[in-house]
């Protein structure tokens, strides 16, 4: 008997979006950004997490913490998106200012009839843990990051990633349901109809795919000047490691809506000299070309989901273990389809 492919509600129901974000983004270990980026005190980056805005900051102490990205007096956004460094964190509405490790220190024009306890008020924090010089942060702590990556931790224990340099970091946005791209990520199926070029640059006939311990491994010897090493991994429940010559990429799928996706590319080298720069530019160059072409099909895909005249397939054996991998992933961290919408 085959597996099937998941319902279309699955990629197109607002309801079941909501359960994702607390069953699987709220609980779940996520890419954050290489150590890297945390170099003096105050260094940050503030990013989303499926709609939560949050913010890892080093503080006086050298140490990394993360919080929601958050004013605790009404609601509004700290910092902006994106890397900087700041010497305590000022809200832009009302001028509340908070320490570098999350404290109340100054709540302005409150007077003495209307004393506030400024110790009541930090900020909201977020887990934060290093792992091979990358930061995760969790919104609520659940498991340890290491059971979260299990098979991952063997797959690239000789892989020298920590040698290789941040280099740069391109964000893509469309408009699909963040588990059609995963779906498409994880298979290599679709490489013949969607990367012809890429196809020919490879031994499709000994395409592999393994998929277990919250990992999915394709593999395929490359041909010709190909830059992909011929290793491709994605982890749950929503970041990919590739390897190329002379470096790698990291990415995380991450939902802006039902509907709408970012992906979070980050670009390490071994080599980061100027004289290299036209070398990682092109290799960049050709790794967004390829993720690009992807996008068509995703969309479309999504609008068939939405039209209602879809009615799941079968899975191929051989080329679609992790879509089914990542699909039962899925529907293991939802409540039951009876709890998640209405009859």
Same mark, same amino acid.
């Given at each position: ?46 990013? +989303? ?16 913490? #993360? ?12 910092? +902006? ?7 305590? &964190? ?71 990633? +920590? ?24 298979? #290599? ?7 012809? +070029? ?65 992906? &979070? ?18 290799? &960049? ?59």
């Amino acid at each position: 008997m085959f597996k099937e492919n998941l319902e279309a509600r699955y990629y197109t129901e607002s309801a079941i979006y909501r359960q994702e974000q607390a069953g699987i983004f709220n609980t779940s270990w996520q890419l954050i950004a290489p150590r890297s980026h945390f170099v003096e005190k105050g260094d940050y980056v503030a990013t +989303e997490i499926a709609g939560t805005k949050v913010f890892v900051v080093l503080d006086e102490d050298g140490k990394l913490r #993360g919080f929601r990205n958050l004013c605790r007096h009404r609601g509004a956004m700290l910092l +902006e998106s994106g890397q900087g460094r700041c010497r305590s &964190i000022r809200c832009p509405y009302h001028n509340w200012v908070y320490r570098l490790d999350g404290s109340l220190e100054r709540a302005p024009w409150f007077t003495e009839d209307e004393s506030l306890s400024l110790e009541n008020w930090p900020l909201h924090s977020i887990s934060v843990t290093l792992w091979r010089g990358l930061v995760f942060a969790c919104l609520e702590s659940g498991v340890a990051l290491t059971h979260q990556l299990d098979g991952l931790l063997s797959e690239i224990e000789k892989d020298p990633i +920590e040698e290789y340099h941040w280099a740069e970091r391109r964000t893509l946005v469309f408009d699909a349901n963040w588990k059609i791209y995963t779906d498409n990520f994880v298979e #290599g199926y679709h490489i013949p109809g969607i990367h012809p +070029e890429f196809f020919k640059a490879i031994d499709f006939e000994q395409f592999e795919t393994t998929a277990g311990d919250n990992l999915v491994r394709m593999t395929a010897p490359t041909k010709g000047s190909l830059f992909y090493r011929g290793r491709w991994l994605w982890m749950w429940p929503n970041w990919t490691l590739s390897f190329f010559n002379g470096g790698m990429n990291t990415s995380r799928i991450n939902p802006l809506g039902v509907d709408r996706t970012e992906l &979070i590319y980050d670009f390490y080298f071994a080599d980061v000299s100027d004289a290299a720069s036209d070398s990682r530019q092109e290799t &960049i160059q050709r790794n967004i070309a390829v993720i690009e072409q992807d996008f068509d099909i995703c969309i479309h895909t999504h609008q068939n989901y939405l039209s209602g005249g879809y009615q799941p397939g079968p899975l191929s054996p051989r080329h679609e273990k992790g879509v089914h991998l990542f699909q039962e992933l899925v529907k293991q961290h939802l409540p039951s389809t009876r709890e998640v919408l209405p009859e």
